[in-house]
């Protein structure tokens, strides 16, 4: 979702995530976590004609996304007192707000796990 591409004035937002940890591989520079997210969002706007000179959508029809992420491909431990961990993954944008061409629903996102 673009910064400031919806407005509403009532909105209901709801995050799912699940972290499946740590199942392939185990190793101390290489401890790849796979984390899958949902989001969805709904929302109005009650007063539409004192906003009618900013372009703008509502989510009334509902915006969802989902992704995947791969955390800790690369983990350095940093003074043995935290794993760095970095990594990677996409989301992609469905629904009543897609857009028609597949790569502008998708975003490519970089991860940074701190674990102590």
Request: charged share 15%.
């Amino acid at each position: 979702m673009g910064l400031y591409e919806f407005v509403s004035d009532k909105y209901v937002n709801l995050f799912f995530s699940h972290n499946f940890g740590s199942l392939l591989f185990k190793r101390p520079k290489f401890k790849p976590q796979f984390v899958i997210f949902t989001n969805a969002g709904i929302g109005s706007l009650e007063n539409r004609v004192q906003h009618s000179h900013l372009g703008f959508k509502t989510m009334e029809k509902g915006f969802y996304e989902s992704g995947l992420l791969i955390n800790n491909v690369v983990r350095v431990n940093y003074y043995n007192i935290v794993y760095l961990g970095l990594g990677g993954g996409a989301f992609m944008r469905y629904g009543a707000y897609a857009e028609t061409k597949v790569e502008k629903n998708v975003v490519y996102k970089l991860s940074l796990v701190l674990t102590f």
